[in-house]
């Protein structure tokens, strides 16, 4: 028997090298060519014969070579499966002696508490360790390397792993990781030396690490962290240029931490030097023959101290325009040429367009769930077009404004040989579209009431919404289906179609037997008219049914007997939408504005129905932040017939003047019940204030509100002296749950009917 063997756990390469040798080994060690007349495979535990002969490149009948003994020991290594493959001649039998490698059959943690256990054993099966994988040592000890950097990223720098591995039957084995974590070393002392400018305080508060108080527990920002810390030297640097000290340096960072790595302190030695200011700027290079253009697009203002946020923003809309004539990869370079002597600066911006390009092909990275048309429909940037910087950020704008990414890049990559042609790759980060809120309020009325909605607004990765919403309060009840496709049409005109059932019974202080039962649909058409504005419009069908028999409000009595206790409508809808703000969660500037119309105009009702909202954020200094809100309705009956007392608003509560109770404010009917008005008046101010001990983060906020509103009937003018005023104070929580708001308030002026409801939340969570 002549044996043709590679032993070992080789490498890929090294196997490849080994069987190069022997194939130029001397003669006398190869095979004579023959016709296979069988073969077997020895050594096999658990893997199916089946995977050996697939890798194999011959078959019987076929001509056994040393050329292909070759290929089948590298398609055998290949597989991972084998530490030891040699394939042995038997007359005209080939026979292939495999040692395989032993299995994992499961892998187990002890002592871990800082990760999340089911994202670690994914993490690690992605790298090749998880159960049914083929045991590898080298990447054992690599992921153990791995999970003891990722505790020192998270101060935990007497952490401990120790990895062991459990041989078992059938040559499988477990491994296990066993933790000891200890307690996170904390920053003990954070100094700043040389800073005669600004106080070290000012300094200290512009960072993100800070040593410990009563608030980090929940921060966790005095775990030292050095890409924490080299963002914070960046912001300090940033504050010296955008006064002036363009040669302002920090000297040295040093990180000292206590012998039983529990405690730690950093000193940083700055230099500022000397302040400066701009005495002009200068244009160099070519600028297509634009300079005048390119000269409005200048934020450095001579004769103001030199700001490095100013030349940084010029610079970048020198490119973004060099961008716009298909000048991708146009090079602009700010070179101040300073005056120690006299503390002057000139600064000197160089051009150089480099070549025009237009985009060969658009990439999308990143979405597992999402589907690349979702993405790929909300590019202006077409490919085989000239590059057009404006278009291709309007292009990441409106992906990052479906809300369905965490984070939205694009890159712009070179193509070899094509000097003329790019590619924009677009990378995404998906995260949670889906929505549970939970509503809450306890009131005397209603005791304990709830509210509930789930939605999903990237239904199975296609863009559509779907959401269902619950109300489950004592006197309000509803059930609300609605999906939204966004893209009804390949030009962007949505199509959304609601189905609800809704059961009122306002409060009476006769007792609620009576409810108005309300089912209906509707279909609405959304057309884009620019890139912030749309359009929307269309008709739905409801049936209103006045149920009762007793007790019954004096007002609804007397409509029931005028026009019958069911009224059905075909209600119109006409509106408007632009949403500027920085952030939906937590936004900080921006505006939203949005009018809706809802005109009857067939069926036993007939009225108009307009609400209009305005609200605008403005950022404050000391991290706070001011919204101001303000929203108005009105309806009115024509055609001879009163406005419908069933399409009422309602004030107070949440989203309206709080410390009222939800929907208590208005007309009240002799009966004592709460039946709203045509009429409504919303006006809201918030002033947003970071908790202190949190630093700059932007999850947890106190603010203080003030609220005014109340409504009215179809007949009552909107008087100024019949406001509902309210004040307070609340919480505003981006959760590990969701998004929590609670606010506890007081009337400021109130009436001897309202009904009061001082505390209010409301809390979200994301799927």
Same mark, same amino acid.
Not at 407 to 415: F, K, M, N
């Given at each position: 028997?002549?044996?043709?063997?590679?032993?070992?756990?080789?490498?890929?390469?090294?196997?490849?090298?080994?069987?190069?040798?022997?194939?130029?080994?001397?003669?006398?060690?190869?095979?004579?060519?023959?016709?296979?007349?069988?073969?077997?495979?020895?050594?096999?535990?658990?893997?199916?014969?089946?995977?050996?002969?697939?890798?194999?490149?011959?078959?019987?009948?076929?001509?056994?070579?040393?050329?292909?003994?070759?290929?089948?020991?590298?398609?055998?290594?290949?597989?991972?499966?084998?530490?030891?493959?040699?394939?042995?001649?038997?007359?005209?039998?080939? +026979?292939?002696?495999?040692?395989?490698?032993?299995?994992?059959?499961?892998?187990?943690?002890?002592?871990?508490?800082?990760?999340?256990?089911?994202?670690?054993?994914?993490? $690690?099966?992605?790298?090749?360790?998880?159960?049914? #994988?083929?045991?590898?040592?080298?990447?054992?000890?690599?992921?153990?390397?791995?999970?003891?950097?990722?505790?020192?990223?998270?101060?935990?720098?007497?952490?401990?792993?120790?990895?062991?591995?459990?041989?078992?039957?059938?040559?499988?084995?477990? +491994?296990?990781?066993?933790?000891?974590?200890?307690?996170?070393?904390?920053?003990?002392?954070?100094?700043?030396?040389?800073?005669?400018?600004?106080?070290?305080?000012?300094?200290?508060?512009?960072?993100? $690490?800070? +040593? %410990?108080?009563?608030?980090?527990?929940?921060?966790?920002?005095?775990?030292?962290?050095?890409?924490?810390?080299?963002?914070?030297? /960046?912001?300090?640097?940033?504050?010296?240029?955008?006064?002036?000290?363009?040669?302002?340096?920090?000297?040295?960072?040093?990180?000292?931490?206590?012998?039983?790595?529990?405690?730690?302190?950093?000193?940083?030695?700055?230099?500022?030097?000397?302040?400066?200011?701009?005495?002009?700027?200068?244009?160099?290079?070519?600028? #297509?023959?634009?300079?005048?253009?390119?000269?409005?697009?200048?934020?450095?203002?001579?004769?103001?101290?030199?700001?490095?946020?100013?030349?940084?923003?010029?610079?970048?809309?020198?490119?973004?325009?060099?961008?716009?004539?298909?000048?991708?990869?146009?090079?602009?370079?700010?070179?101040?040429?300073?005056?120690?002597?006299?503390?002057?600066?000139?600064?000197?911006?160089?051009?150089?367009?480099?070549?025009?390009?237009?985009?060969?092909?658009?990439?999308?990275?990143?979405?597992?769930?999402?589907?690349?048309?979702?993405?790929?429909?909300?590019?202006?940037?077409?490919?085989?077009?000239?590059?057009?910087?404006?278009?291709?950020?309007?292009?990441?704008?409106?992906? /990052?404004?479906?809300?369905?990414?965490?984070?939205?890049? +694009?890159?712009?990559?070179?193509?070899?040989?094509?000097?003329?042609?790019?590619?924009?790759?677009?990378?995404?980060? /998906?995260?949670?579209?889906?929505?549970?809120?939970?509503?809450? %309020?306890? =009131?005397?009325?209603?005791?304990? !009431?709830?509210?509930?909605?789930?939605?999903?607004?990237?239904?199975?990765?296609?863009?559509?919404?779907?959401?269902?919403?619950?109300?489950?309060?004592?006197?309000?009840? =509803? *059930?609300?289906?609605?999906?939204?496709?966004?893209?009804?049409?390949?030009?962007?005109?949505?199509?959304?179609?609601?189905?609800?059932?809704?059961?009122?019974?306002?409060?009476?202080? $006769?007792?609620?037997?009576?409810?108005?039962?309300?089912?209906?649909? !509707?279909?609405?058409?959304?057309?884009?008219?620019?890139?912030?504005?749309?359009?929307?419009?269309?008709?739905?069908?409801?049936?209103?049914?006045?149920?009762?028999?007793?007790?019954?409000?004096?007002?609804?009595?007397?409509?029931?007997?005028?026009?019958?206790?069911?009224?059905?409508? #075909?209600?119109?809808? #006409?509106?408007?939408?632009?949403?500027?703000?920085?952030?939906?969660?937590?936004?900080?500037?921006?505006?939203?504005?949005?009018?809706?119309? /809802?005109?009857?105009?067939?069926?036993?009702?007939?009225?108009?129905?307009?609400?209009?909202?305005?609200?605008?954020?403005?950022?404050?200094?000391?991290?706070?932040?001011?919204? *101001?809100?303000?929203?108005?309705?009105?309806?009115?009956?024509?055609?001879?017939?009163?406005?419908? $007392?069933?399409?009422?608003?309602?004030?107070?509560?949440?989203?309206?003047?709080?410390?009222?109770?939800?929907? !208590?404010?208005?007309?009240?009917?002799?009966?004592?019940?709460?039946?709203?008005?045509?009429?409504?008046?919303?006006?809201?101010?918030?002033?947003?204030?970071?908790?202190?001990?949190?630093?700059?983060?932007?999850?947890?906020?106190?603010?203080?509100?003030?609220?005014?509103?109340?409504?009215?009937?179809?007949?009552?003018?909107?008087?100024?002296?019949?406001?509902?005023?309210?004040?307070?104070?609340? *919480?505003?929580?981006?959760?590990?749950?969701?998004?929590?708001?609670?606010?506890?308030?007081?009337?400021?002026?109130?009436?001897?009917?309202?009904?009061?409801?001082?505390?209010?939340?409301?809390?979200?969570?994301?799927?």
């Amino acid at each position: 028997m002549i044996p043709f063997r590679l032993s070992g756990p080789l490498h890929p390469a090294a196997a490849v090298v080994a069987i190069a040798a022997f194939v130029a080994a001397p003669a006398a060690w190869a095979v004579e060519p023959f016709v296979i007349k069988d073969i077997r495979v020895e050594g096999l535990q658990r893997s199916d014969p089946g995977t050996v002969f697939a890798a194999l490149p011959f078959r019987i009948g076929d001509t056994y070579t040393d050329e292909k003994a070759a290929l089948a020991l590298r398609a055998l290594f290949a597989t991972g499966l084998f530490k030891d493959v040699r394939i042995e001649v038997d007359g005209t039998v080939a +026979v292939v002696i495999v040692d395989e490698r032993a299995v994992i059959a499961a892998v187990e943690f002890a002592g871990l508490k800082e990760f999340d256990k089911d994202t670690l054993v994914k993490s $690690l099966k992605d790298a090749g360790i998880g159960e049914g #994988l083929p045991f590898d040592r080298a990447l054992v000890d690599k992921a153990e390397q791995e999970i003891k950097r990722q505790y020192l990223s998270r101060s935990l720098y007497g952490a401990e792993v120790v990895t062991t591995i459990t041989p078992l039957e059938r040559n499988r084995v477990n +491994v296990t990781f066993t933790m000891s974590e200890g307690d996170a070393a904390k920053i003990k002392d954070i100094r700043i030396v040389g800073a005669k400018v600004f106080s070290e305080s000012t300094l200290l508060g512009l960072m993100d $690490l800070t +040593v %410990g108080g009563w608030m980090t527990w929940y921060t966790k920002s005095d775990r030292y962290s050095r890409v924490k810390l080299n963002a914070d030297l /960046e912001t300090i640097r940033a504050y010296y240029l955008n006064r002036g000290y363009l040669e302002f340096q920090i000297e040295s960072t040093q990180v000292t931490i206590s012998p039983d790595k529990q405690d730690i302190s950093i000193t940083i030695s700055v230099n500022e030097g000397q302040p400066y200011t701009v005495t002009g700027v200068k244009l160099e290079g070519q600028y #297509l023959g634009r300079e005048d253009e390119f000269k409005s697009l200048v934020r450095i203002r001579p004769g103001q101290p030199y700001r490095g946020e100013d030349v940084i923003a010029t610079t970048k809309a020198f490119t973004d325009r060099f961008g716009t004539f298909g000048y991708a990869f146009a090079r602009v370079e700010s070179r101040p040429e300073v005056d120690r002597a006299t503390g002057q600066v000139v600064v000197v911006l160089a051009a150089e367009p480099q070549r025009r390009v237009y985009v060969r092909r658009i990439e999308v990275a990143g979405n597992t769930k999402t589907r690349d048309e979702v993405i790929r429909r909300e590019f202006r940037q077409l490919e085989s077009s000239w590059y057009d910087a404006n278009r291709i950020k309007l292009s990441r704008d409106r992906v /990052e404004r479906l809300g369905y990414f965490k984070d939205v890049g +694009v890159e712009t990559q070179e193509i070899a040989g094509q000097p003329d042609q790019v590619d924009l790759i677009v990378t995404v980060e /998906e995260r949670a579209t889906g929505n549970l809120m939970v509503g809450a %309020g306890y =009131s005397s009325a209603d005791k304990l !009431s709830f509210t509930a909605s789930i939605k999903q607004d990237n239904v199975f990765g296609s863009g559509n919404y779907l959401g269902l919403e619950l109300n489950t309060s004592k006197n309000n009840r =509803s *059930l609300q289906l609605t999906t939204v496709d966004p893209y009804f049409t390949v030009d962007g005109i949505s199509r959304a179609i609601d189905l609800y059932y809704r059961t009122s019974r306002p409060y009476n202080s $006769l007792g609620n037997q009576y409810q108005l039962v309300t089912p209906g649909a !509707s279909l609405r058409f959304g057309v884009p008219f620019s890139e912030s504005d749309t359009v929307f419009f269309g008709v739905g069908l409801e049936r209103t049914e006045i149920k009762a028999d007793t007790a019954i409000p004096n007002s609804y009595f007397i409509y029931r007997e005028q026009f019958g206790p069911t009224s059905n409508a #075909l209600p119109l809808t #006409l509106g408007w939408q632009r949403d500027e703000r920085d952030n939906v969660l937590t936004p900080t500037r921006g505006r939203y504005q949005r009018v809706n119309v /809802e005109w009857s105009v067939a069926g036993d009702l007939r009225y108009l129905r307009t609400n209009l909202q305005w609200q605008q954020y403005w950022a404050l200094p000391l991290k706070m932040s001011l919204m *101001l809100n303000g929203e108005v309705g009105l309806g009115k009956g024509y055609g001879g017939k009163p406005y419908p $007392l069933f399409k009422n608003f309602y004030g107070g509560g949440l989203g309206s003047v709080r410390a009222f109770e939800q929907g !208590s404010l208005g007309v009240i009917d002799p009966t004592g019940a709460f039946i709203g008005g045509a009429k409504k008046l919303n006006l809201n101010a918030e002033v947003y204030f970071p908790v202190p001990g949190t630093g700059n983060d932007k999850s947890l906020r106190i603010f203080a509100f003030a609220d005014a509103g109340n409504v009215w009937r179809e007949d009552e003018k909107i008087r100024g002296d019949s406001l509902r005023i309210s004040s307070g104070l609340g *919480l505003s929580w981006i959760s590990p749950m969701g998004p929590l708001k609670l606010s506890w308030g007081s009337p400021i002026r109130a009436q001897a009917t309202d009904r009061i409801q001082k505390f209010q939340f409301q809390i979200g969570t994301a799927f």
